[in-house]
């Protein structure tokens, strides 16, 4: 079997990252320090997956309002993230 399974990500991928980009100058502590993935894990994980194999497969598929939806479950998603890595580093600070 010769399956490209490289080719399957999840639809919030890039509008995540994208997300941590644009906000990561309001959270210094943490995108100064290496933590960005850990934020995008978090974030993620917040998320329901919706696997894709290629970008189309979903806009399709996706109404306005649903596409509204996601850019604001994404942005909860990551403003969560940040505060979340924010804290845990703060705790290990004190230690």
Known sequence: MNADFESI?????LAVFEAI????HDYPL???NDL???VACVALNRL???YI???ADLSFCLSERERTDDARSVDAAVRFA????QARRAMKARR
Do not use: S
């Open 48 to 50: 329901p997956p919706r």
């Open 36 to 38: 960005l993935p850990d």
């Open 21 to 24: 980009r644009r906000a990561g």
């Open 82 to 85: 940040f505060e979340f890595v």
């Open 30 to 32: 943490v995108a100064g």
């Open 53 to 55: 194999r290629h970008r």
């Open 9 to 13: 990500h999840d639809h919030h991928e």
